[in-house]
């Protein structure tokens, strides 16, 4: 069965303070990952798609990066309007007729000034 | 510049009501998703379509219906409101070109309490 597991399911940081998101996956052939931010009472809104292992993907404070068991959201250096909710999101073999997404649980980050 | 756009974004239904949420996107996607987002769940798949007057299952599909009339409108109906239906509602879309699928373009959401 394909999966995807977040960690942690929350973080705190200090601003400045970096740290990573963590995504696991176990899927039948791999077809996208997928990175968005999630902001209260907001939709879910891209950020970046990873295709095979070893790329990697950056936008300002962020970086995201492809194993083939994982992917890691890098945040350096923080500041408080990086706080929101991570979501993971990986596309399969599976669906590569019906572009469905399987979702991960969501890491809710916190960054404090 | 509209994307997808969910109507209502707020309801609150007694147990046994009906209702239909409403998804509008304005890019000519074919693909288009509804899930549901529960705590400590993440999103799950209800419905989903590939083209007008195609609807499908998705994981979660037990108490909705879904229709695809229009390429550009994906309703979600509830026949007879549970409370375990309490959740918040996105809707999404996609298209695939020849190079392979975009990214999902999601609403605002729908925040649905039955009581």
């Known amino acids: 069965e394909d999966q995807v597991t977040q960690s942690p399911e929350a973080l705190r940081l200090q601003e400045g303070e970096s740290s990573s998101l963590n995504c696991s996956y176990t899927v039948s052939g791999l077809r996208g990952l997928f990175w968005y931010r999630q902001d209260p009472g907001k939709g879910p809104e891209f950020l970046f798609t990873?295709?095979?292992a070893g790329e990697e993907k950056e936008k300002e404070r962020l970086k995201a990066t492809l194993t083939k068991k994982e992917s890691f959201l890098h945040i350096t250096a923080p500041k408080p309007e990086d706080s929101a909710t991570y979501l993971c999101?990986?596309?399969?073999?599976?669906?590569?007729?019906?572009?469905?997404?399987?979702f991960g649980q969501g890491t809710t980050l916190q960054v404090k000034p | 510049n509209a994307g997808v756009t969910q109507t209502p974004k707020f309801r609150v239904l007694k147990t046994g009501q009906s209702m239909t949420l409403l998804c509008a996107q304005d890019m000519n996607h074919e693909y288009m998703y509804w899930y549901r987002q529960d705590p400590g769940m993440g999103l799950r798949l209800i419905h989903y379509?590939?083209?007008?007057?195609?609807?499908a299952k998705g994981e979660v599909p037990d108490g909705y219906n879904v229709s695809r009339l229009k390429k550009q409108n994906f309703l979600l109906g509830l026949e007879s409101a549970a409370p375990s239906q309490t959740s918040v509602y996105f809707c999404?879309?996609?298209?695939?070109?020849?190079?392979?699928?975009?990214?999902?373009?999601f609403g605002q959401g729908t925040r649905l309490t039955v009581v």
């Open positions: 379509s590939v083209g007008e007057g195609t609807t």
């Open positions: 999101a990986v596309r399969t073999h599976g669906s590569s007729n019906t572009g469905k997404l399987i």
């Open positions: 990873l295709y095979s």
């Open positions: 999404a879309s996609s298209y695939r070109t020849t190079g392979g699928w975009t990214e999902a373009f």
